[in-house]
T-cell receptor, first 114, second 112 residues
C-alpha cells in the first residue's frame, strides 16, 4: 500500500505570496490532518478533515486554510506569506474515526519564505 | 486541559546501553497515547500505541512503553541502544476532538 504523499517536497516563496500544498492519503483513509513543525514551536496542529468536512482547527490565523476533496486528497493554502511561516508542513492520514487511531505521516513539504 | 510533556530535549546514551525517554500526560478522559519517531528529512513513524488493552505496550525496533495511570506517565524504553536508533522521538496524546497533541520531542544521540 502506498504511503501518504506530499507535494512538493521543497518550496521557496517570497513574503506576501501565497502557496498551496498537496497531500494524498493512504488509500481508504478518510481523515487527513495537517501539522506545522518548527524548531521553536514543535508540532502544531493546523486542521483535520474527514469526508470533506473540517472537524477541528488549530490556533492559526485565517491566512491558513485547507480543504478536502471527495477522493480524500487534501490541500492547504497559506496566503500573504510571512517569514515566520517557514516550516516543515506535515500531512497525516488515519484509517479510523476515533482518537485512538494512529496517524500515518508523509515526508512533509519544507517551505522557506524569504 | 490535555497536554503532553517530554522530559529532556536531548538524551545521549552509549551503544548497547538502556534507552529511557520520559513522557507525562494530562487528560481528563482515558487517554490514547502514542510514541512516534522522526528521522532527518522524513515524517513521523508510529513506534507504538496504548489504547487500554494492556499497560505494557511493545512496539517496533525493540521499543516498549509502560502506561502508569497513577503517575500519568508513558515512558519509552529499549534495553540496548543501536546506532540506528538516533532520531527524534515524540510522545503524543489523542484527544476527543479529532486532534493529536504532540510533546516537544526528545532527540536521542547514540555514542559508539
Amino acid at each position: 500500500k502506498a504511503g501518504v504523499t506530499q507535494t512538493p517536497r521543497y518550496l521557496i516563496k517570497t513574503r506576501g505570496q501565497q502557496v498551496t500544498l498537496s497531500c494524498s492519503p493512504i488509500s481508504g483513509h478518510r481523515s487527513v490532518s495537517w501539522y506545522q513543525q518548527t524548531p521553536g514551536q514543535g508540532l502544531q496542529f493546523l486542521f483535520e478533515y474527514f469526508s470533506e468536512t473540517q472537524r477541528n482547527k488549530g490556533n492559526f490565523p485565517g491566512r491558513f486554510s485547507g480543504r478536502q476533496f471527495s477522493n480524500s486528497r487534501s490541500e492547504m493554502n497559506v496566503s500573504t506569506l510571512e517569514l515566520g511561516d517557514s516550516a516543515l508542513y506535515l500531512c497525516a492520514s488515519s484509517g479510523g474515526t476515533l482518537s485512538g487511531s494512529p496517524l500515518h505521516f508523509g515526508n512533509g513539504t519544507r517551505l522557506t519564505v524569504t | 486541559a490535555q497536554s503532553v510533556t517530554q522530559l529532556g530535549s536531548h538524551v545521549s546514551v552509549s551503544e548497547g546501553a538502556l534507552v529511557l525517554l520520559r513522557c507525562n500526560y494530562s487528560s481528563s478522559v482515558p487517554p490514547y497515547l502514542f510514541w512516534y519517531v522522526q528521522y532527518p528529512n522524513q515524517g513521523l513513524q508510529l513506534l507504538l500505541k496504548y489504547t487500554s488493552a494492556a499497560t505494557l505496550v511493545k512496539g517496533i525496533n525493540g521499543f516498549e512503553a509502560e502506561f502508569k495511570k497513577s503517575e500519568t506517565s508513558f515512558h519509552l524504553t529499549k534495553p540496548s541502544a543501536h546506532m540506528s536508533d538516533a532520531a527524534e522521538y515524540f510522545c503524543a496524546l489523542g484527544t476527543g476532538g479529532f486532534k493529536t497533541i504532540f510533546g516537544a520531542g526528545t532527540r536521542l544521540f547514540v555514542k559508539a
